[in-house]
């Protein structure tokens, strides 16, 4: 049974019609709005009750120490947890002598609805106090897609029936409770560090008031303000206090029956790690200058325009599933969020949606998300990469400390350092640095930007590949081996080549030499002679690809089809995610993957494989993989449809799209899946949509699933931006700008000029029996199966 608010069906928005009070802190993810820099959760307005209070500032972060029972050298020291910053949401309602909250009286009407193209969160609420008053509360809240420090609320109160007293505490407040379960047992919470922000400065002024607190570890200083626009009858009353962690504006208003109070409140942040009070209060209050001067309505207008622009580029329509067209909306504009104004930061597993993971980015970004910027809003898709950079030195002080050299990126980190106090699943996944160079590389072929290729690009391919230089050797045959390495899946660890990672560190490896080959001079500033490229591109050629010849598959790692498959029948169905019941020493052993592994080689590395390899593989694994993590099902669908299973792809495409919308992993509640909603994306694009892109060069494979009649999309690359539109008679390409694009079509290649479609029909799909999964771990069917 899958546990969900009801969500109305509407292309471009979410629609939630009542309120449920056990889904609030799952609501409160799906709700939130953010621009990359602001997170704001979508809490009621009122602050209570609450599931789980959250306003977050990308990189700000306290450092906290990381408990070991036995001490060893290379172990990181200290960890790094996102933190709830001063929260400017708060509007708490008085009507006569009762304070709004949907616990009390009678909740006659409640609607929240996310707006896809606007940018905002409206709220509408009819309420009826204990005593009997009566009043209607519309809200609207935005976070700046334009102005990256800012948000406002536009809070309406009506009164009804005899007329109403009516107070608004508009309140900042630092240091809320309610932030973790210290109890909880769930690895992927947030660890708890109680009343982090420590208060420097209270100030008001009229109706502005400002916080400025500091974290005592890290030091980072963070400046929270807000001033307010009060529209209320005659006698309308305001007066402001400010104190330690909590600063409010009052506003009291006798409100005749139909007359209404309304509430405009500006908000602007700023934190900082090196500057002092001056320069945080000046930033902050510079920029609430800037969005009090645009004004409400000017605030919608950019919004509006900054996301039809978006939408231009990135939408996905799907005809015959008006549920799954809401879902990958839904999910894009998340995506969106994750990464607009980010900004040279992290974008975090969670964005800034929650606290899950301690705010942690992972090899999620670089695999999962920026594919989707890159051929969407590729200037977010760089900042992400200029982040990496400004974390380099850090990863070569990570790789001399671990002995090797080159640049060891962290397996999950805020500001650059590694994070994971377990060393099989944090250190030795060292696919990380290929990740970021395949992305370094996708990038670069897409958007063709020499200065970024010359500036980014090559110190973090150069740096990366040396890593692999000295992880790996050459065996008694020549073949190049990297041992002791853990891959995407983390019931397996520090194995033999594993497959996924060897592969990538060819890419890895291949790019940096072709890249110092375009920049020498600049490689010569990194010390890259002659000789360490030859030995990159040997390494290359000689990657081993470990192989059972007698199953005929390719194995995850060396030696993994002759372990001992797990005992999928034996294993209770509330025993998933297997991580909470069972030892890592028990799974590690065994023949059970808890997420795409072989299956991610056989989409990023594709064309290292054959068609019948793909297929082998495919079924081979499919019956190994319990998705005990969100990133899997994504991928899933889009191997499955390569390989000729269009159900089971649409059925995977499900679980991606629907997986906080259905909180099917029953963790939404600490902040949305940014990956497996990119990846619904992916599994559209990649998966129906056929789309590769391997060394520039952009290929399409598109068929549909039955009962989807139609699916279009864009890819935006330096050459142009083309439009693909599948139906059930074959595919169109259209150049919609450019001067002209290469494609190729099945193996077809395909001359596309602007304003010209080129049609062509698609070839059925192989006819292969559908693969069979674990025990109890099928996919929930998005269609009834064939009879």
Request: aromatic letters at 8%.
């Amino acid at each position: 049974m899958i546990d969900h608010p009801n969500y109305s069906e509407d292309p471009w928005a979410l629609r939630e019609e009542a309120l449920d009070l056990e889904m609030l802190a799952q609501s409160e993810s799906v709700f939130a709005l953010s621009n990359g820099h602001i997170g704001m959760r979508g809490n009621l307005d009122e602050g209570e009750p609450y599931g789980l209070p959250g306003t977050y500032l990308n990189g700000l972060h306290e450092v906290r120490p990381l408990p070991y029972a036995e001490s060893a050298y290379g172990n990181p020291e200290a960890g790094e947890t996102v933190v709830n910053v001063t929260d400017g949401k708060l509007l708490r309602l008085h009507v006569d002598d009762e304070l709004f909250d949907v616990r009390y009286g009678e909740l006659l009407h409640h609607e929240r609805v996310l707006d896809f193209r606007a940018g905002v969160l409206r709220r509408h609420v009819h309420w009826r106090s204990p005593a009997g008053a009566e009043v209607r509360i519309t809200s609207t809240r935005l976070v700046s897609l334009t102005q990256r420090g800012a948000a406002a609320i536009l809070y309406e109160v009506e009164a009804l029936g005899d007329g109403a007293r009516l107070v608004v505490q508009s309140e900042l407040v630092a240091n809320e409770d309610g932030q973790v379960d210290p109890k909880a047992m769930d690895p992927r919470a947030a660890a708890a560090i109680a009343a982090p922000l420590k208060s420097e400065e209270a100030y008001c002024d009229e109706l502005r008031v400002s916080l400025v607190h500091r974290l005592e570890r890290s030091g980072i200083g963070t400046c929270a303000t807000m001033d307010h626009i009060v529209d209320g009858p005659e006698g309308t009353e305001t007066r402001a206090e400010a104190g330690g962690d909590e600063g409010r504006v009052i506003i009291a208003a006798d409100v005749p029956a139909g007359g209404k109070l309304r509430v405009l409140k500006f908000l602007a942040y700023s934190w900082s790690s090196s500057r002092a009070l001056p320069s945080l209060r000046a930033q902050a209050r510079g920029s609430l200058a800037e969005v009090r001067h645009t004004g409400w309505d000017g605030l919608c207008a950019e919004q509006r325009a900054y996301l039809d622009a978006f939408w231009e580029d990135a939408d996905v329509e799907v005809d015959g599933d008006p549920e799954l067209q809401q879902a990958v909306r839904f999910a894009l504009f998340h995506v969106l969020q994750a990464g607009a104004r980010a900004e040279r930061r992290a974008i975090p597993a969670k964005g800034l949606t929650g606290s899950g993971y301690d705010g942690h980015a992972f090899w999620d970004t670089e695999s999962f998300v920026l594919p989707v910027l890159t051929y969407t809003m590729p200037e977010a898709a760089g900042d992400a990469l200029r982040w990496r950079l400004a974390t380099l030195d850090l990863a070569r002080e990570r790789a001399t400390q671990l002995g090797l050299a080159g640049a060891a990126f962290p397996w999950r980190t805020i500001a650059g350092r590694e994070c994971s106090g377990y060393w099989p699943a944090g250190t030795a996944a060292m696919h990380i640095g290929a990740d970021i160079a395949g992305a370094v590389l996708r990038h670069q072929h897409a958007t063709d930007d020499t200065a970024f290729a010359r500036d980014v690009g090559l110190p973090l391919l150069v740096e990366t590949a040396r890593l692999w230089a000295a992880l790996g050797h050459h065996d008694r045959k020549g073949r190049f081996r990297l041992p002791g390495v853990t891959g995407p899946d983390e019931y397996s660890a520090v194995s033999d080549d594993n497959t996924y990672t060897n592969l990538m560190a060819r890419r890895n490896l291949l790019g940096a030499a072709d890249a110092v080959d375009r920049h020498p001079k600049e490689a010569a500033a990194l010390d890259v002679a002659a000789d360490e490229v030859g030995a990159w591109r040997t390494a290359a050629d000689a990657m081993h690809v470990p192989y059972d010849g007698i199953l005929d598959v390719h194995m995850q790692a060396e030696g993994f089809t002759h372990h001992a498959r797990w005992d999928f029948e034996g294993t209770p169905a509330d025993h998933y995610p297997l991580l909470l019941h069972y030892p890592y020493f028990d799974l590690y052993r065994k023949q059970v993957v808890k997420q795409a592994d072989l299956v991610m080689a056989l989409y990023v590395c594709g064309d290292r494989f054959t068609d019948e390899e793909k297929a082998r593989a495919f079924s081979y694994y499919e019956a190994l993989t319990v998705r005990d993590s969100s990133l899997s099902a994504c991928v899933q669908a889009i191997m499955a449809a390569e390989t000729g299973h269009l159900d089971l792809a649409y059925d995977y495409l499900g679980e991606a799209a629907f997986m906080d919308l259905h909180d099917l992993e029953h963790n939404t509640r600490d902040g949305l899946h940014i990956a497996s909603l990119a990846g619904s994306w992916l599994a559209l694009v990649a998966g129906f949509g056929g789309f590769r892109d391997h060394d520039g060069a952009l290929t399409f494979a598109p068929r549909l699933p039955p009962g989807v009649g139609r699916l279009a999309f864009r890819i935006c690359v330096a050459m142009g931006r083309v439009h693909v539109e599948v139906d059930e008679d074959g595919a169109t390409y259209t150049l919609q700008r450019g001067d002209g694009l290469e494609i190729s079509h099945f193996g077809e290649r395909l001359a596309l000029t602007v304003g010209e479609p080129v049609r062509r029909t698609v070839p059925p799909a192989p006819q292969r029996e559908r693969p069979s999964q674990p025990a109890g771990r099928e996919p929930r069917r998005r269609r009834p199966a064939p009879e």
